[in-house]
């Protein structure tokens, strides 16, 4: 039996692009014979990754339903679309049966991951899908994809390490990767993906976000070698978060504002496996989030430098946010 569901009004399609994760779209017409051809593909799909409220397959007659049809500029047949949390992701044009295979069972692999409460685990790493150091809390979604990488600000990075975006990247940290025979050569001799402290152990991340989100669990991924020098870099051990400033905070600034949250990672809140720690945080201050500053205050041990590999940022995304008009949300005190 099929678990695809026919969409008959906009109204329906609206309701389960808000209910369910993921919704997968098939745009068809029942005379095109590219339409009847992929059919057998995309119920197999159906079929095998559906799953209630996380993976919804959809099929709309483009010629019955032409006001959702004309909404997403929908003119050659089949034309496929993947949502996720409401939002397009993709769009497949023809009869591609690998290209929407691989595409859709990316996503389905991440919503698996997601699916289980607690614990440490990658996730599928194929080639083009994501990285992740720890499984999703039920109910949300690494929502990562709606940080602006345009106005990211880290303040005391040594130049000598990846910028700032090395942080958001998708792949695993080359560190990780190397250690689990994926990578060649030496972690010395690699790309250098993450960032480490310059004259002192502190950091200072701004995160501007493109859409409004609710803000649940906050991942820090981070690797230092494991070595006795007394000038290997630290893990994180205090972060303070600030919720919804307008720009970076400077270090002697941020000593006078009361962070949002603190946080005390200790050595057993690291996975040794990913080299991820969660930041459990109290989600009712972490609503209607437009930014965020993450302030690295101090490390884990004695050195003088502390490191990140990755940050990811788990959640919900609301609307999208009008970037040429930020606006303040919430008390920025």
């Known amino acids: 039996?099929?678990?695809?569901?026919?969409?008959?009004?906009?109204?329906?399609?609206?309701?389960?692009?808000?209910?369910?994760?993921?919704?997968?779209?098939?745009f068809y017409n029942e005379w095109n014979a590219a339409c009847k051809a992929i059919i057998p593909v995309y119920e197999q799909l159906s079929g095998q990754l559906s799953r209630p409220n996380a993976i919804t397959f959809t099929k709309i007659n483009a010629e019955q339903q032409t006001q959702i049809a004309q909404s997403y500029n929908i003119s050659n047949m089949p034309t496929f679309m993947i949502f996720k949390n409401g939002r397009e992701l993709s769009k497949i044009n023809g009869a591609k049966p690998q290209e929407l295979s691989e595409a859709i069972k990316r996503l389905a692999a991440e919503a698996e991951s997601g699916g289980a409460s607690g614990g440490f685990g990658e996730a599928s790493s194929s080639a083009g899908g994501a990285w992740r150091g720890a499984r999703l809390p039920r109910g949300y979604s690494d929502v990562t994809d709606q940080v602006d990488v345009r106005g990211l600000d880290l303040l005391n990075s040594d130049s000598d390490f990846g910028g700032v975006r090395?942080?958001?990247?998708?792949?695993?940290?080359?560190?990780?990767?190397?250690?689990k025979g994926k990578g060649t050569g030496s972690s010395s001799e690699s790309k250098k993906d993450w960032v480490e402290s310059d004259v002192d152990e502190q950091?200072?991340?701004?995160l501007p976000f493109i859409s409004t989100l609710k803000v649940h669990t906050i991942q820090l991924t981070s690797c230092p070698p494991n070595s006795e020098d007394e000038d290997a870099p630290m893990r994180?051990?205090?972060?303070?978060?600030?919720?919804?400033?307008?720009?970076?905070?400077?270090?002697?600034?941020?000593?006078?504002?009361?962070a949002t949250q603190t946080i005390e990672l200790k050595p057993s809140d690291w996975d040794e496996k990913t080299g991820t720690a969660r930041l459990e945080l109290r989600?009712?201050?972490?609503?209607?989030?437009?930014?965020?500053?993450?302030?690295?205050v101090d490390g884990e041990g004695d050195g003088e430098?502390?490191?990140l590999d990755r940050v990811r940022i788990i959640g919900d995304a609301g609307e999208k946010r009008e970037m040429g008009k930020l606006e303040k949300i919430g008390d920025d005190s």
């Open 236 to 258: 994180p051990k205090t972060i303070h978060l600030y919720t919804n400033r307008q720009h970076n905070l400077g270090f002697e600034e941020a000593e006078d504002i009361p």
């Open 305 to 307: 430098k502390t490191r």
């Open 166 to 179: 090395a942080l958001f990247e998708t792949t695993m940290p080359t560190t990780l990767a190397i250690g």
């Open 1 to 26: 039996m099929s678990n695809t569901v026919q969409i008959t009004s906009p109204a329906q399609f609206s309701s389960l692009l808000s209910s369910s994760r993921i919704v997968v779209v098939n």
């Open 283 to 296: 989600f009712v201050k972490f609503q209607n989030i437009t930014s965020l500053v993450l302030f690295v």
């Open 203 to 206: 950091l200072m991340l701004y």
